[in-house]
């Protein structure tokens, strides 16, 4: 690997951590924030006016929360005191979904909803 200042994570000084080294919770919870920051992202959360943030795409989204939901309901056994926060985090997105669909889905039709059951 060679240097790049534009880069983060390329300098020699940084601590590279072996996959194998990393604890299963860690991967986990790393995943479920990258879909979470990536859905909100397509519900357009990161701008001031989400109904005008170039970035919303619900299709996208509705796609993210339901893979979110499906790794949270089959990892929540193993992830100790994360567990609450990110079934919070995913509670969020998928209301926040309800709220930006022009026809929301019915309870229990959402994105997700078949593995976390309905979100009111």
């Given at each position: 690997?060679?240097?790049?200042?534009?880069?983060?994570?390329?300098?020699?000084?940084?601590?590279?951590?072996?996959?194998?080294?990393?604890?299963?919770?860690?991967?986990?919870?790393?995943?479920?924030?990258?879909?979470?920051?990536?859905?909100?992202?397509?519900?357009?959360?990161?701008?001031?006016?989400?109904?005008?943030?170039?970035?919303?795409?619900?299709?996208?989204?509705?796609?993210?929360?339901?893979?979110?939901?499906g790794l949270v309901t089959?990892?929540?056994?193993?992830?100790?005191?994360?567990?609450?926060?990110?079934?919070?985090?995913?509670?969020?997105?998928?209301?926040?979904?309800?709220?930006?669909?022009?026809?929301?889905?019915?309870?229990?039709h959402g994105p997700g909803?078949?593995?976390?059951?309905?979100?009111?």
């Amino acid at each position: 690997m060679t240097d790049s200042p534009d880069i983060p994570g390329t300098d020699d000084s940084a601590p590279v951590r072996e996959l194998a080294e990393i604890p299963a919770v860690e991967v986990i919870t790393r995943a479920a924030v990258m879909l979470m920051s990536a859905a909100a992202e397509k519900l357009g959360l990161s701008d001031t006016d989400p109904d005008e943030s170039p970035y919303r795409d619900l299709d996208e989204a509705r796609r993210l929360i339901t893979a979110l939901a499906g790794l949270v309901t089959a990892s929540a056994e193993y992830l100790g005191l994360h567990a609450g926060p990110v079934r919070d985090g995913l509670k969020s997105l998928q209301l926040a979904f309800r709220e930006a669909s022009a026809a929301p889905d019915e309870p229990g039709h959402g994105p997700g909803e078949k593995y976390t059951g309905p979100v009111w």
